[in-house]
T-cell receptor, first 113, second 116 residues
Framework: TQLLEQSPQFLSIQEGENLTVYCNSS?????LQWYRQEPGEGPVLLVT?????EVKKLKRLTFQFGDARKDSSLHITAAQPGDTGLYLC?????????????FGKGTKLSVKP | KAGVTQTPRYLIKTRGQQVTLSCSPI?????VSWYQQTPGQGLQFLFE???????NKGNFPGRFSGRQFSNSRSEMNVSTLELGDSALYLC???????????????FGPGTRLTVL
């Protein structure tokens, strides 16, 4: 069974600080996605990484896919209160009856002004 | 264009009752997936419908069922509700099958179900 483990589970920082959250698996994924979910809303896709070693940037957010395609990281530079939310990673599972996308349990980020 | 809509947004039921949740996908999207989100288990896949056919199913008991109509709108039903069914139920729509790498899923705001 493919699993995605995210760390840390919770993160509380001050505005302006940098942070990195991680998404790890013992399985190889063809791609990984990162979502952000704000209270009362559904997750919103931030990025999809496909190639091992790939780095994608979205303003102050930098996403990296591990060379072996088993892990990914999200780095936020100079965090702002608007970055507060639940960050989820997800990957496709093609096997058995496990479904289409499997999600990590997320990192809950709180950025205080 | 309008996003994914889910109704109702909040629901309170008692054990043993049944419930039906509705999801209207983005116009033109043929795939609708349903997920259950709880603090302990996170987001878990329930099932996916594409062109009115169930294409994939997660590890949930048969009390959880769904269907999709010809206009791609989808409903999910939970019978004989249990306390552990309390969760946020999310639906997501996409143009093609959701597991395809380049198929972006768009999530609705969810239905918060509380079972007393």
């Amino acid at each position: 069974t493919q699993l995605l483990e995210q760390s840390p589970q919770f993160l509380s920082i001050q505005e302006g600080e940098n942070l990195t959250v991680y998404c790890n698996s013992s399985s190889v994924f063809s791609s990984l996605q990162w979502y952000r979910q704000e209270p009362g809303e559904g997750p919103v896709l931030l990025v999809t990484v496909v190639t091992g070693g790939e780095v994608k940037k979205l303003k102050r957010l930098t996403f990296q896919f591990g060379d072996a395609r088993k892990d990914s990281s999200l780095h936020i530079t100079a965090a702002q209160p608007g970055d507060t939310g639940l960050y989820l990673c997800a990957g496709p599972n093609y096997g058995g009856s496990q479904g289409n996308l499997i999600f990590g349990k997320g990192t809950k980020l709180s950025v205080k002004p | 264009k309008a996003g994914v809509t889910q109704t109702p947004r909040y629901l309170i039921k008692t054990r043993g009752q049944q419930v039906t949740l509705s999801c209207s996908p983005i116009s033109g999207h043929r795939s609708v997936s349903w997920y259950q989100q709880t603090p302990g288990q996170g987001l878990q896949f329930l099932f996916e419908y594409f062109s009115e056919t169930q294409r994939n199913k997660g590890n949930f008991p048969g009390r959880f069922s769904g269907r999709q109509f010809s206009n791609s709108r989808s409903e999910m039903n939970v019978s004989t509700l249990e306390l552990g069914d309390s969760a946020l139920y999310l639906c997501a729509s996409s143009l093609g099958l959701a597991f395809s790498t380049y198929n972006e899923q768009f999530f609705g705001p969810g239905t918060r179900l509380t079972v007393l």
